[in-house]
């Protein structure tokens, strides 16, 4: 399985950005994927994952500004970042494999994991 996330970038604060993770050797729509962001100092942290049937869940700090969508035809899911604030450099992750259902946002359901891409967002 091998996941691969668009390069990042640097964004103003209230401005927008999409990730996309493209995934090969993977059965996309039988499992849960999901975004993971790592800043600098602070734990792993969730921020929105999606089952197969398309349920979404995402976290607090970032329901109503982050939208996560898959695009199945071509193996893709998309992170897309509205109104984004300073959180530092986080580092943003494409994770997928855990179980479908009820999609955990817990890092260590997930066993396959891109190799990351930076997102900086300035005041």
């Known amino acids: 399985v091998h996941l691969v996330e668009s390069a990042g970038g640097s964004v103003q604060s209230g401005g927008s950005l999409r990730l996309s993770c493209t995934a090969s050797?993977?059965?996309?729509?039988?499992?849960?994927m999901g975004w993971f962001r790592h800043a600098p100092g602070k734990d792993r942290e969730f921020v929105s994952a999606?089952?197969?049937?398309?349920?979404?869940i995402s976290a607090n700090p970032v329901k109503g500004r982050f939208t996560i969508s898959p695009d199945n035809a071509k193996n893709t899911l998309y992170l897309q970042m509205n109104s984004m604030k300073p959180k530092g450099t986080p580092i943003y992750y494409c994770?997928?494999?855990?179980?479908?259902?009820?999609?955990?946002?817990?890092?260590?359901?997930?066993?396959?994991w891109g190799q990351g891409t930076q997102v900086t967002v300035s005041s």
């Open positions: 994770a997928a494999g855990a179980p479908s259902g009820y999609c955990s946002p817990s890092w260590s359901a997930y066993p396959y």
């Open positions: 050797g993977y059965t996309y729509r039988r499992n849960c």
């Open positions: 999606i089952s197969s049937g398309g349920t979404t």
